[in-house]
């Protein structure tokens, strides 16, 4: 099978594509950069420079390809220019769903997030709980109708499409806002741990790289809608499991919860002045989403795509050693990753 993967070369992406190749697939990956492709390429993957808004480009390479696994997109929770979110996350997922339509590829697996479920009335909510009313992110926002507009489109073509929904993945290799948040304490940089009673589910990024193959590979999974991750947390216990696996101390003082909110409104209106991101990516946009987080029931996936989670305590004892080598240079030039897709 020849599998065409967009954002292969992102934290998640390049889990996804080893492990397609490891599987004996044929992979071709579509990047923006190919100066960031070369980890791909000595995977034995085939790369095409292109964008998930070129339709062009989109339709030529997909050509001669069974199965599209999407998973570019725009994730942060502070862009400067935000209209980013819109033209990736909605208009790119457009063009790539489309484009596969007309490609006729056999297999649509695309990678979402859980924020699309906004806060639901459900605790823990699962695949069919109705979204909440509420979109803690523009991110989330923007992925949300992403999501919607992917469903539609397969609907009124008969696209065999499976969407996850992964929890927060972590793992070596992540310099978004979750493997920030584990650097920053074991380096020491935040004054606070925050939102101790908040709970999310988290998954390892090779647990979600499984689910995807799975997805990829099960004709039962068309149609089928997953959410991803199994072990839920709090965030006192996150933050004492990081210290603990670090060997380092957390900040003796803890700001509550209010104090935090208002301070992230305060950090965002800077952020604009300063035209830089918010001190320690305390946006908006993140504070309430972290205050809120989300419990869900991810046991779907064990059932229908036959996948064991791993303990995400070896999941942070993985990215801490990753980040303790990188700092220290004992890493290759070239193996600092980027998340950015």
Same mark, same amino acid.
């Given at each position: 099978?020849?599998?065409? %993967?967009?954002?292969?070369?992102?934290?998640?992406?390049?889990?996804? %594509?080893?492990?397609?190749?490891?599987?004996?697939?044929?992979?071709?990956?579509?990047?923006?950069?190919?100066?960031?492709?070369?980890?791909?390429?000595?995977?034995?993957?085939?790369?095409?420079?292109?964008?998930?808004?070129?339709?062009?480009?989109?339709?030529?390479?997909?050509?001669?390809?069974?199965?599209? %696994?999407?998973?570019?997109?725009?994730?942060?929770?502070?862009?400067?220019?935000?209209?980013?979110?819109?033209?990736?996350?909605?208009?790119?997922?457009?063009?790539?769903?489309?484009?596969?339509?007309?490609?006729?590829?056999?297999?649509?697996?695309?990678?979402?997030?859980?924020?699309?479920?906004?806060?639901? #009335?459900?605790?823990?909510?699962?695949?069919?709980?109705?979204?909440?009313?509420?979109?803690? $992110?523009?991110?989330?926002?923007?992925?949300?109708?992403?999501?919607?507009?992917?469903?539609?489109?397969?609907?009124?073509?008969?696209?065999?499409?499976?969407?996850?929904?992964?929890?927060?993945?972590?793992?070596?290799?992540?310099?978004?806002?979750?493997?920030?948040?584990?650097?920053?304490?074991?380096?020491?940089?935040?004054?606070?741990?925050?939102?101790?009673?908040?709970?999310?589910?988290?998954?390892?990024?090779?647990?979600?790289?499984?689910?995807?193959?799975?997805?990829?590979?099960?004709? #039962?999974? *068309?149609?089928?809608?997953?959410?991803?991750?199994?072990?839920?947390?709090?965030?006192?216990?996150?933050?004492?499991?990081?210290?603990?696996? *670090?060997?380092?101390?957390?900040?003796?003082?803890?700001?509550?919860?209010?104090?935090?909110?208002?301070?992230?409104?305060?950090?965002?209106?800077?952020?604009?002045?300063?035209?830089?991101?918010?001190?320690?990516?305390?946006?908006?946009?993140?504070?309430?989403?972290? $205050?809120?987080?989300?419990?869900?029931?991810?046991?779907?996936?064990?059932?229908?795509?036959?996948?064991?989670?791993?303990?995400?305590?070896?999941?942070?004892?993985?990215?801490?050693?990753?980040?303790?080598?990188?700092?220290?240079?004992?890493?290759?030039?070239?193996?600092?990753?980027?998340?950015?897709?």
């Amino acid at each position: 099978m020849r599998v065409y %993967v967009t954002g292969a070369t992102g934290f998640i992406g390049r889990h996804v %594509v080893q492990r397609l190749c490891r599987a004996g697939f044929e992979v071709r990956c579509l990047v923006r950069n190919i100066d960031k492709a070369k980890i791909l390429i000595d995977l034995g993957a085939e790369v095409v420079q292109g964008d998930v808004t070129n339709r062009a480009t989109l339709a030529g390479s997909m050509q001669g390809c069974e199965a599209v %696994v999407h998973l570019a997109n725009v994730y942060s929770m502070w862009l400067l220019k935000g209209d980013e979110f819109e033209r990736v996350n909605i208009t790119g997922t457009r063009s790539v769903v489309e484009c596969a339509c007309d490609a006729g590829i056999e297999k649509f697996v695309y990678v979402s997030t859980v924020a699309v479920y906004g806060v639901p #009335e459900e605790r823990p909510f699962t695949e069919t709980s109705a979204p909440g009313k509420r979109m803690l $992110s523009r991110y989330a926002r923007s992925k949300a109708e992403g999501n919607r507009i992917a469903w539609q489109v397969a609907s009124e073509r008969n696209l065999p499409l499976v969407v996850l929904y992964p929890g927060i993945v972590l793992g070596a290799g992540d310099d978004k806002a979750s493997g920030q948040y584990i650097q920053d304490i074991i380096f020491r940089r935040v004054p606070s741990t925050i939102f101790h009673s908040s709970k999310a589910v988290y998954v390892y990024v090779e647990d979600l790289a499984e689910c995807i193959y799975q997805a990829l590979v099960r004709p #039962e999974a *068309a149609g089928q809608r997953y959410l991803i991750g199994r072990e839920c947390l709090d965030g006192k216990s996150y933050a004492q499991m990081i210290s603990s696996v *670090a060997g380092v101390k957390l900040p003796w003082f803890h700001f509550p919860d209010p104090i935090v909110i208002l301070a992230s409104y305060l950090f965002s209106a800077i952020a604009r002045v300063l035209r830089r991101s918010p001190w320690w990516g305390l946006s908006v946009d993140a504070a309430w989403t972290l $205050s809120k987080g989300f419990v869900f029931d991810g046991r779907k996936a064990e059932r229908e795509l036959g996948v064991s989670y791993v303990p995400i305590r070896l999941a942070l004892e993985e990215a801490v050693r990753f980040y303790r080598e990188r700092a220290s240079g004992r890493l290759p030039g070239n193996s600092n990753p980027s998340q950015h897709q």
